[in-house]
């Protein structure tokens, strides 16, 4: 929208790294960033006449299907393809339609389905913003799927390339005055590996978060619309599409504040895909450039770790997550640096309101003697009505404790209700 509104002063370009410079991002491939950058502000700060404004408005990487890992390290393969933003707003759209039977098709049939997701469905989601390090992207998406509604293509006899914002259009009921629903659109290869390719959440009672919080009528029905995040990306024949249907995500979604059965009413419910044609490929990227990096010597290597943990008779669920950066000493000014962080993600299946999330973040610098620490200390809970949270804040100069704060805070679930 930024591109489509200023098309004089704006370029974008959207590829499939995590949150990272595009010249060091991962995953690959990464681009000549900053010589793009220099032309950018060579013609905007400096008033030099190039041709960067020639540049296509819009480019953007398409991928082919892959098995996800969670991992970010490796390569996409795809393409960069140029498009003009107006291309996309007016791209036509193959509209499939949410059968009872699970198909998704040209066709839809004059059913109900109930979605009644565990608490703990969406520990293959991922990290909420990945960095582009480590193990922070989707993993495979066949636990998550099994325990959502899904609806999928038969193996798709030619290859589609969908490439803006899928849009659902689904009829709903709710047992209770709030909940949300979550969809993933995924590419299921032959071999029944499902990889997430877009998401997108709709909070029920505050219309996505447009409106205060009306409580929802047992009786009544909503209308909605869930729009997807962007994706250029090629379903190749063979492979099937899969929308997965659920009222939990977590932990990237903090869970309602009861139990609640959604009921979706297939006739009528469509997925729609953009698939613009009008765009042509762009050749104008090459590999990543940049600055030689400081020197510096590692003392230890990353840590990366990932453990779920469930009590199936019980339904206690609980995930780790445990990254850790390198002690690294930079070898000119002999400055060591090293940081860390751990999470603990706890939740009963049967129970949203036992969710707590614990996190611990470690960052240290020294020189010499000159030795500095800080420690954040979080925790954060709930129950039907509000959110509570209590962090500690300490930090140690040359191992003498020279600062402690602590927050605590407590805040409705719907600050803004209508109730």
Known sequence: RMVARQLD??????????????????????????????????????????????????????????????????SREGRWIGIEPQVLEKAPEMVLGLGENG???????????????????????????????????????????????????????????????????????STKPSGFLVARLCDVAPNGASTRI????????????????????????????????????????????????????WPMM???????????????ATLSLPTPTEFHSYSGFQQGDGCEPLSKTAISSPVFERELIRDMPSGQAAYRITDA????????????????????????????TSAEMTIQRDIEVSRGKWDVKTRIEATIESDSNYYYSDVTLTAQLNGEAIVKRTFENKSPRFPNSTE
């Open 254 to 268: 903090w869970p309602s504040n009861q139990e609640d059965v959604i009921t979706l009413f297939t006739n009528g």
């Open 198 to 249: 877009a998401i997108g959440a709709y909070e029920l009672s505050t219309r996505a978060g447009t409106q205060p919080h009306s409580p929802l009528s047992e009786d009544g029905k909503i209308q909605i619309e869930i729009e997807l995040g962007g994706i250029a990306h090629r379903f190749e024949k063979g492979q099937r599409m899969r929308i997965a249907l659920s009222n939990a995500y």
């Open 103 to 173: 198909r998704l098709g040209a066709n839809w049939s004059d059913g109900q389905i109930e979605i009644n997701s565990p608490a703990s469905l969406g520990m293959a989601g991922g990290e909420f913003m990945p960095m582009g390090w480590g193990i922070d992207l989707p993993s495979e998406q066949r636990l998550d799927d099994a325990l959502s509604v899904c609806f999928e293509t038969e193996p798709l006899e030619e290859a589609i390339e969908v490439i803006g914002k899928p849009r659902l259009q689904l009829t709903l009921k």
């Open 9 to 74: 002063r704006v370029k974008g370009v959207i590829g499939p790294w995590g949150h990272h410079f595009p010249h060091r991002a991962m995953p690959e491939p990464a681009i000549n960033w900053l010589h793009h950058c220099t032309r950018w502000f060579d013609r905007w700060l400096k008033g030099i006449e190039n041709d960067v404004m020639s540049d296509p408005p819009l480019r953007l990487f398409v991928t082919e299907p892959f098995v996800a890992n969670g991992r970010s390290e490796g």
């Open 325 to 352: 950066a390198p002690r690294v000493q930079f070898d000119d000014h002999k400055i060591e640096t090293w940081n860390a962080t751990t999470r603990v993600y706890r939740i009963n299946e049967h129970q949203p």
